[in-house]
């Protein structure tokens, strides 16, 4: 396995006296996509959002690239390359297409960001389509590719993926899989977090299941994926 790129080691969130994770350790290595699966309130999005900076950690350590990034704001970790795409997609309403997906670059200063606005348009083409339709109109899977391409305008080093398929159709669920394969295959090391658990660890080499705030268990995605007790609890076996 490569050297990880992001490290997360005894991690532990409180909302004032609520437990929501409780010593989370896992690892993400350059060139992996690994999946953290689990129920609804098994604490996923609170890990990532310690991760990001959005959410105070009471204890633990989070390792970017070799370094403690534990504390810093979300702004400097896009920077460094750790990106996030949250649940709820989070785009801008009242922006263009277009200019949301500049707003993803917006820590850059190279001249290739045109370049890879033409390159996200390639990946969802429906979004050249309507590049100049505000945001708040889109659909809920038109405004998820946007989110996921407005995150690929960073260049992320580690992309963070948050119920990337919740609470859309069954067609653009698969269109959204397809293309966090592809954006795998393209090289991106990413983190997916979901409670599709066959069509996450379908996707993924590894996998990590959380359940109250704990990994309960890790292992190759395979695994995992003929293992009873999470086909018992995740997969309505």
Known sequence: ?????????????????????????????????????????????????????????????????????????????????????PEGRGVFARMTIAENLLMGAFVRNDT???????????????????????????????????AMGRALMARPKVLLLDEPSMGLSPLMVDKIFEVVAEFHRQGTTILLVEQNASRALQLASRGYVMDSGEITMSGPAKTLLSDPRVRAAYLGE
């Open 1 to 85: 396995m490569a050297n990880p790129l992001l490290e997360v080691i005894g991690l532990k969130v409180a909302y004032g006296g609520i437990k929501a994770v409780k010593g989370v350790s896992f690892e993400v290595s350059e060139g992996e996509l690994v999946s953290l699966i689990g129920a609804n309130g098994a604490g996923k999005t609170t890990t990532l959002k310690a991760i990001t900076g959005t959410q105070p950690a009471a204890d633990g350590e989070i390792r970017f690239m070799g370094r403690s990034v534990k504390g810093q704001g979300s702004w400097d970790l896009v920077k460094q390359g750790l990106v996030m795409v």
């Open 112 to 146: 290739e960001i045109d370049a890879d606005v033409d390159k996200v348009f390639a990946v969802f083409p429906r979004l050249k389509e309507r590049s100049v339709q505000l945001a708040g109109t889109l659909s809920g899977g038109e405004q998820q590719m946007l």
